[in-house]
């Protein structure tokens, strides 16, 4: 396997992996749930989720050919009137990562090398999707920890529960690393 195909296996996996800790993090909270905020003035899952669907439609619709911040875009208005319901927030989560992963999958040996444009600004393919893969990345860390918030002691642990190393490692290595 070359470079560009272990790379473009490898964003893949670490999106999908991102969306499945979102997914599973929705799958915890009730229809009011999404829009709780800890404060006046701060971001609900539902809004934080419609700045992100906001940002991927832009900035992978047509990801090799145009501009990454499309003039249709309003950025701002992402963080007002949040999704009313969990189903259209969903839906909207949904489209957004088919639009990731249709561009991911338009990328090819032959247009590797493209330079992408994101607010007038030339970026290599890799400097695209890591800026994305890192954008992405944070904002689900903050609807992860909301969702831990809301949740409380009723919360799902998406990874190992704390307190759960051990017994973590010695189910998967037969180890008492810790």
């Known amino acids: 396997m070359n470079f560009q195909e272990n790379y473009l296996e490898n964003v893949k996996f ?3 992996r991102y969306k499945t800790m979102g997914d599973k993090t929705f799958a915890q909270l009730s229809e009011n749930d999404i829009h709780w905020t ?3 003035g701060d971001n609900s899952i539902a809004l934080i989720v419609k700045h992100m669907v906001g940002n991927m439609l832009s900035r992978w619709t047509h990801f090799l050919t145009e501009d990454g911040e499309k003039s249709w875009r309003n950025r701002e208005m992402e963080f007002e ?23 991911l999958d338009s990328i090819n040996p032959s247009n590797f090398g493209n330079k992408i444009t994101i607010r007038s600004q030339e970026h290599t393919i890799v400097e ?8 992405y990345a944070s904002h689900v860390g903050q609807i992860v920890f909301l969702g831990k918030m809301i949740k409380g002691k009723d919360w799902q642990s998406l990874s190992i529960p704390k307190g759960g190393s051990k017994a973590f490692n ?9």
């Open 14 to 16: 670490e999106f999908h």
């Open 38 to 40: 800890y404060s006046e």
């Open 128 to 135: 695209a999707i890591n800026r994305q893969l890192a954008h």
């Open 81 to 103: 009137a949040p999704y009313p319901t969990k189903k259209e927030m969903l839906q909207a989560w949904e489209k957004g990562w088919q639009c990731l992963f249709t561009a």
């Open 170 to 178: 010695q189910k998967m290595f037969g180890s008492q690393q810790s």
